[in-house]
Nanobody, 124 residues
Framework: VQLQASGGGSVQAGGSLTLSCTVS????????MGWFRQSPGKEREFAAA????????YYADSAKGRFTISRDNAKASVYLQMNNLKLEDTAVYYC??????????????????YGQGTQVTVSS
């Protein structure tokens, strides 16, 4: 299974970015999908997740009201639209794929596959 993330970059505070992640090698519509992020010196943390159908979404408190996760099962892709970006959003963002059950959506160990990460840098 391969997860290919893209869309990272540099943006000023208050700006927007949309991350994309395309999955191959697994039936995408059976997977829950998540976005995690990691800043230097910090542990990987949960940002957002979406269930297999897209009917349910979950966000970290820091992301609520600013980030929107969505998916297109026909394109085997998941997206993370990030608005009103803050300096503290600077991190490497990883998309993750897993199977429902066992762990809640915000648990890193609940995901079997991770992408290579895409850098998001927010500057003042």
């Amino acid at each position: 299974v391969q997860l290919q993330a893209s869309g990272g970059g540099s943006v000023q505070a208050g700006g927007s970015l949309t991350l994309s992640c395309t999955v191959s090698g697994e039936t995408f519509s059976t997977l829950k999908m998540g976005w995690f992020r990691q800043s230097p010196g910090k542990e990987r943390e949960f940002a957002a997740a979406i269930n297999w159908s897209g009917a349910s979404t979950y966000y970290a408190d820091s992301a609520k009201g600013r980030f929107t996760i969505s998916r297109d099962n026909a394109k085997a892709s998941v997206y993370l639209q990030m608005n009103n970006l803050k300096l503290e959003d600077t991190a490497v963002y990883y998309c993750a794929a897993g199977f429902s059950g066992g762990y809640f959506y915000d648990a890193p160990q609940g995901y079997t596959y991770y992408g290579q990460g895409t850098q998001v840098t927010v500057s003042s």
